[in-house]
């Protein structure tokens, strides 16, 4: 009988316990899903952030409604996975709420086989012209803030 009520009690100490820690693993798979390749990833979070150095550097204070950022192919930034990010990183910024457009600049391949020089977007590619292998891609690397644009100041 009393074996039964310490049985009991432990039970009821470990729902307790369990109950607790729901909002723990909640964040705990928010923070999972956060870090899923699949959706937003490490590698936007941290081109997001210096992204976000650069407009508030620009900004300066002012309200910051869109900007426009050029990333080289290279980068494999996609614009959904960059936006969550930016807006992310930029929460209780200036640039909190900006719309971010995001422009893919091609990478130049060159062909050693044919002597092809073509852009591509593809960082593994093969020639478009001989379907060569022998392929040099430059560029495509690049990340630049291309334009800022701000919200109205308020008359009055
Ligand atoms: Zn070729």
Do not use: W
Not at 22 to 42: A, S, T
């Amino acid at each position: 009988m009393v074996s039964r009520l310490i049985t009991l009690a432990v039970i009821a100490v470990v729902l307790v316990v369990v109950i607790d820690s729901l909002p723990d693993i909640k964040r705990y798979l928010e923070i999972r899903d956060m870090l899923d390749p699949e959706g937003v990833d490490l590698h936007e979070y941290g081109l997001a952030e210096g992204v976000l150095a650069t407009v508030r550097q620009r900004a300066a204070g002012r309200k910051v409604a869109g900007i426009q950022v050029r990333f080289g192919v290279r980068h494999a930034v996609d614009e959904e996975s960059m936006a969550q990010a930016f807006t992310f990183v930029a929460e209780g910024t200036e640039a909190a709420s900006a719309a971010v457009t995001l422009v893919t600049v091609p990478a130049t391949l060159a062909c050693r086989d044919c002597g092809l020089t073509a852009e591509t977007t593809d960082v593994l590619a093969v020639c478009p012209a001989c379907a060569g292998e022998n392929v040099d891609i430059t560029g495509g690397d690049e990340m630049t803030l291309e334009s800022i644009t701000y919200q109205p100041v308020p008359a009055g």
